[in-house]
Every structure is written in C-alpha cells, then in structure tokens.
C-alpha cells in the first residue's frame, strides 16, 4: 500500500530538514477543559508558528525536498488560504517561484497575507476544485511544478513532524484531536502517534458543511462533496477523486470522525479567546468545539490540536463579543 511509504523515518528526515525554518510550538494544559472533564487536557498551539499555521512545515519540507532543476521552474498549488500563505514564505526563503491558486471562497485577509509574501495569486471559480483547473494549466503551460495541499508524501511528512511534538514530550497521550480537511495533517500525525503507542486514539474534527473526507470513507473510497462557505473556512475543498495517500491513511489510522455545527465553531474560538487567551480561526477551534459541544469525551491524557490564527480579525471581534453565525 502507498501510504506505507509514509513511516516514522520519513517525518524524522522532515523534522531535520525543516529544523531552524520553523517553529516548535507550545504544548500547554488547559486548565478549564481540564477541570471540566476530569482529565489532563492539553493544547498544541500550532497557532502561533510562523505564517500562523502547521501548513509551514509540510510546504517547507516539499520545497526543501525539490530538485534544483525543480526549484528553478517554481512551485504552484491550491489552497483554501493556509497553505498558499506556508508555501508562499518557504518558497520566498528558497528564492523560488511561487503562484497560489484559490477560489473566491477564500476570505481576503489570507489572500492580502499571501500577496504580502510575494506570492503570484490567482483566484480562480467558486471551489477548490476549479483552482486546481488553473494549478494542471501552469503545469502542463509554464511547467511549473505543482504541491497539493496535503495529498503529498513530503506534505504529510512534515504536518507529521507536529505529531513528534506530541509525542516527545507526552508519549502517555492517548487521545489526540486533530482538525480534519484533506488529511495531511491527521495523516502524518497519526503516523508519529500510532508508531509510538498504537493504542492512542486519533479523532478528527471538521465542520458538518461539506465534510469530505467524512463522506468518503462512509462510502468507501473518495467522494464529490458540495463546498460551503463556513467559519472554518480553512476546511473547505475536496479530497481529490485520485487520492494517493490521505484517504488511505485516515481510513487505516483514524479512530473516528466528529462533525461540528456553525455554532458549535463559535463556541470554540470564544473559548479559545475567554479561557485560553488564544485567538484562533474556526478551522482551528474544531476540537475545542467538540469537546465542549460533549461530542468528543477526554480521556485520561488529552491533546487537542489548535492548527491556526488566520482568521478576519473583524469577524473575531464580533464572534467573541458574542455575535453568532448565521444558518
Ligand atoms: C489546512 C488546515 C487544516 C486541515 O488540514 P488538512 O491537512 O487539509 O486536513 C486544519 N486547520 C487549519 C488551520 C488549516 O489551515
């Protein structure tokens, strides 16, 4: 099977070749979720690395990872806004080309942050699907090379170095939450963690508004989901009806899977914001949402995954002033 390619080696080499480019984030207790369910709750604030989100370390690890024959043509990719942001900075730092295709449900601040990082943007139809349409012109026009999101083996090796952080520290963990949208983040995070403990459950969370990978694995094999405009807007996009590795790793190493409402997403970057002091955008607040929606029960040694900051401060400022999304 391919994902077998991907192994604990593979997010080692990442970890060493990414080293110095990013950050290693906090691990901190929460001491109100602790308190409220009994357990040792922690949280891995990937928030505050550098471009405010994980996405840095798999866009550096693919592009530390190219041929120099590679780098020279540049690099291209589709991105609900995270991702272009990480691997708009890695290339830039690589003196490299970089051209981010997104589609217009992309909110403006992570398309001004991308611009800022000298990115090429260019906005392309209503979904990630119809980006990528312009990600295959580059490629086949200006041959330039194209890095999916998260179905790519140096992506999902180096999200999974943010595994490692985990489980270094606190290899007694035996739930980790992780937000859920292609999967190369859970991915290469469940491979650090089930190689350490087998036993330790991964549990991913994504909004209830096209949750792709959700409805592929109920039918077996990747699906077409419609995308919606959502808080957790770093969640949007498909899993790619040719899927390589994320259908195959969250299918084999994914414990479950948990659905959050609009509502519930507010729920979460309010509390982010009043008990942990953290801002965070909806994508990243999923966990958070479940736990305290009582969708995800902790168990004894708990970590959630908080994955981003990118969120439109303005909305912020009306969320956590109580305002509540509509729909
Ligand atoms: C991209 C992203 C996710 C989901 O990562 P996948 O690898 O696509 O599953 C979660 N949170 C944030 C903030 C993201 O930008």
């Known amino acids: 099977m391919e994902r077998n390619d991907i192994s604990l080696v593979d997010l080692y080499r990442a970890r060493n070749r990414i080293h110095g480019r ?76 970089c051209v981010i295709c997104m589609s217009n449900l992309v909110p403006e601040n992570k398309v001004d942050g991308i611009k ?6 260019n906005i392309i139809g209503r979904s990630q699907d119809e980006a990528q349409v312009e990600v295959d012109r580059l490629v086949a026009e200006e041959g330039l090379v194209a890095l999916d999101p998260f179905d ?19 290899p007694q963990v035996d739930l980790v939450v992780v937000p859920l949208s292609g999967g190369g983040l859970i991915g290469g995070v469940a491979v650090a963690v089930k ?31 419609e995308e919606h405009a959502s808080l957790a807007d770093s969640l949007g996009g498909g899993i790619g009806l040719d899927n390589h590795y994320t259908f195959d790793l969250v ?29 965070v955008e909806g994508g990243a607040a999923v966990g958070i949402a479940a736990i305290l ?7 004894v040694n708990t970590c959630l995954v908080v994955s981003g900051c990118n969120i439109d401060m303005p909305l912020h400022h009306r969320i956590i002033g109580g305002e509540n999304p509509e729909g």
């Not at 959050?260 to 309010?270: D, F, P």
């Not at 929606?293 to 168990?299: H, L, R, S, Y």
């Open 22 to 97: 990013t950050v290693k984030t906090p691990l901190v207790r929460s001491k109100t979720l602790s308190e409220a369910c009994g357990a040792d709750v922690r949280l891995k604030l990937e928030h505050l690395q550098i471009t405010g989100s994980f996405k840095l370390r798999g866009a550096t690890n693919a592009i530390l990872n190219l041929e120099d024959e590679q780098r020279k043509r540049g690099v291209t990719g589709v991105s609900t806004g995270n991702f272009g942001r990480g691997l708009a900075h890695a290339a830039k730092q690589a003196g490299v080309r």
């Open 116 to 121: 800022a990082l000298d990115a090429e943007v």
């Open 152 to 170: 790519h083996r140096d992506v999902i090796a180096g999200q999974g170095t943010l595994g490692l952080e985990i489980m270094g520290p606190w």
């Open 195 to 225: 190689s350490v403990n087998a036993s330790a459950r991964v549990v991913g969370v994504t909004m209830d508004r096209g949750a792709a990978m959700y409805e592929s694995i109920r039918a077996g094999k990747p699906v077409q989901v």
């Open 251 to 279: 299918r084999d190493l994914v414990d479950d899977i948990v659905l959050v409402s609009e509502t519930e997403i507010a729920n979460g970057i309010r509390h982010a914001y009043w008990q942990e002091k953290q801002i």
């Open 293 to 299: 929606a009582g969708k995800i029960k902790p168990t």
